[in-house]
C-alpha cells in the first residue's frame, strides 16, 4: 500500500500529461484499494477469532462491505490492466492514430459501476436473507450466478491481455526507423508486458483454483482446502496489486529518484523532530542545574550549612 501511494504520487506529479501515467494512476488507484482492503479483511478476520463473529453485528456488516470492495477493486485492477495492454498495442500498431483520455472514461465507468451494482445487490441479499443466508435459495442462485460472470470476465481479460502484449512485442521487434522512438517504444513496451505477465501469473492461477473451488462439496471444512482458500483468495489476488509499484520502481529511474526524495524527506523530518527533542531536553536539563547551582551557590554554602 505504501509502494503504491508512493508511485501514484510520482505519476500525478511529473507525468500527469501522458496518457500511458494516466491509465498507471488508474491501475494504482485500484491496487491501492485491493491492498487496503485485504489488510482490513484480515485484522476483522483476526478479530472474529478472538471475539466471534455474530450475523448483523457492525464489524460482520464491515466484513461483507470490504469484501464487497475487494472484489470490485481486484476486477478493476484486471480491467485497468488490460486496457493498459490494449492501449499500448493500439499505439504501436496505429502510431499516427491518437487516443484520448475521453475515449478510455466512458468503459473505464461503465465497469466500475457494473462491479459495485453486482457487489451492492450480493450484499443486499445477503442481509435480507434469514441468519443462515448460505441455505437462502436466492442468495446461493445470486452468488452462483455472481461467480460465472466473475469467471468469464477474468478468463476474457486474460486472453486479450496476451494478445495484445504478444502483438506489441512483435511491433517493437519489428520496427527499425527510428532508433530513439524504437528504444523508447520498447522500453514502454517491455514495462506493459511486465505488468501483464505478472498479472497473468497470479490472476491466472487464482482463476484456476477459484474454479477448483465451485466443485468442491466440502469447501471449507478440511485444513488443506482452508489453506488453499487463503492462499486464493488472500495472497494470489493482492500479490498482484502488491507486486506492480515494485515494477514501476524498478523500471524508471526518475521513480527512484522520485521515492529517494520522499524518504529523504521523511528522514529530514523525523531528524528535525527528534533534535528539537533532544534540544527541549538539554535545555530542561541546564535549565535544572542552574537552578540548583542557584540554589546550593557556588562557594558550597549549603553544604556548610548542613555539616553545621
Request: charged share 20%; hydrophobic share 45%.
Given at each position: 500500500?505504501?509502494?503504491s ?13 501522458l ?7 488508474l491501475?494504482n488507484?485500484?491496487?491501492l484499494?485491493v491492498?487496503t482492503s ?6 476483522l478476520e483476526?478479530l472474529?477469532?478472538?471475539w466471534?463473529?455474530?450475523e448483523g453485528?457492525a464489524l460482520?456488516?464491515a466484513?461483507d462491505?470490504?469484501l ?7 476486477e478493476?485492477t484486471?480491467f485497468s490492466t488490460c486496457?493498459?495492454?490494449v492501449v499500448r498495442?493500439?499505439?504501436l ?5 491518437r487516443v484520448n483520455s475521453?475515449?478510455l472514461?466512458v468503459?473505464t465507468?461503465?465497469?466500475?459501476l457494473?462491479?459495485l451494482?453486482?457487489?451492492?445487490g450480493?450484499v ?11 441455505n437462502?435459495?436466492l ?10 460472470l466473475?469467471i468469464?470476465f ?5 486472453i486479450i491481455?496476451?494478445?495484445?502484449n504478444?502483438v506489441s ?7 527499425k526507423?527510428?532508433?530513439d522512438?524504437v528504444k523508447?517504444a ?6 506493459v508486458?511486465?505488468v ?5 501469473l ?10 477448483v ?12 482446502i482452508k ?7 488472500r495472497?494470489?489476488?493482492?500479490m ?5 509499484p515494485l515494477?514501476y520502481l524498478?523500471?524508471?529511474q526518475?521513480?527512484?529518484e522520485?521515492v529517494g ?6 528522514y529530514d523530518?523525523?531528524?528535525?523532530r527528534?533534535?528539537?527533542r533532544?534540544?527541549s531536553?538539554?535545555?530542561?536539563s541546564?535549565e535544572?542545574?542552574?537552578?540548583f547551582?542557584k ?6 554554602s549549603?553544604?556548610d550549612?548542613?555539616?553545621?
Amino acid at each position: 500500500a505504501v509502494v503504491s501511494t508512493q508511485s501514484t504520487g510520482y505519476f500525478v506529479k511529473r507525468d500527469f500529461e501522458l496518457l500511458g501515467s494516466k491509465l498507471l494512476i488508474l491501475l494504482n488507484v485500484f491496487d491501492l484499494c485491493v491492498c487496503t482492503s485485504s489488510a482490513l479483511i484480515v485484522v476483522l478476520e483476526l478479530l472474529f477469532r478472538m471475539w466471534g463473529s455474530q450475523e448483523g453485528t457492525a464489524l460482520v456488516k464491515a466484513m461483507d462491505l470490504l469484501l464487497g470492495t475487494y472484489v470490485a477493486a481486484g476486477e478493476s485492477t484486471a480491467f485497468s490492466t488490460c486496457l493498459l495492454s490494449v492501449v499500448r498495442c493500439w499505439c504501436l500498431c496505429f502510431p499516427f492514430k491518437r487516443v484520448n483520455s475521453s475515449h478510455l472514461v466512458v468503459p473505464t465507468v461503465v465497469q466500475v459501476l457494473y462491479v459495485l451494482s453486482r457487489e451492492i445487490g450480493l450484499v443486499t441479499v445477503k442481509w435480507t436473507c434469514p441468519p443462515e443466508y448460505w441455505n437462502c435459495e436466492l442468495y446461493q442462485n445470486y452468488v452462483r450466478v455472481r461467480d460465472y460472470l466473475t469467471i468469464t470476465f477474468i478468463a476474457t481479460i486474460i486472453i486479450i491481455v496476451i494478445f495484445s502484449n504478444v502483438v506489441s512485442i512483435k511491433k517493437v521487434r519489428a520496427a527499425k526507423a527510428c532508433k530513439d522512438l524504437v528504444k523508447v517504444a520498447r522500453r514502454a513496451a517491455v514495462t506493459v508486458f511486465l505488468v501483464a505477465s505478472n498479472f497473468c501469473l497470479f490472476t491466472t492461477t487464482f482463476l484456476v483454483l477459484f474454479c477448483v473451488f465451485q466443485n468442491v462439496p466440502t469447501r471449507g471444512q478440511s485444513t488443506g482446502i482452508k489453506f488453499l482458500e487463503f492462499m486464493t483468495f488472500r495472497v494470489l489476488l493482492p500479490m498482484n496489486s502488491a507486486t506492480n509499484p515494485l515494477i514501476y520502481l524498478i523500471r524508471k529511474q526518475e521513480m527512484r529518484e522520485f521515492v529517494g526524495e520522499c524518504l529523504t524527506v521523511v528522514y529530514d523530518l523525523v531528524s528535525c523532530r527528534r533534535h528539537r527533542r533532544l534540544s527541549s531536553r538539554s535545555s530542561s536539563s541546564g535549565e535544572m542545574m542552574t537552578q540548583f547551582t542557584k540554589g546550593t551557590g557556588n562557594d558550597g554554602s549549603a553544604s556548610d550549612k548542613l555539616v553545621d
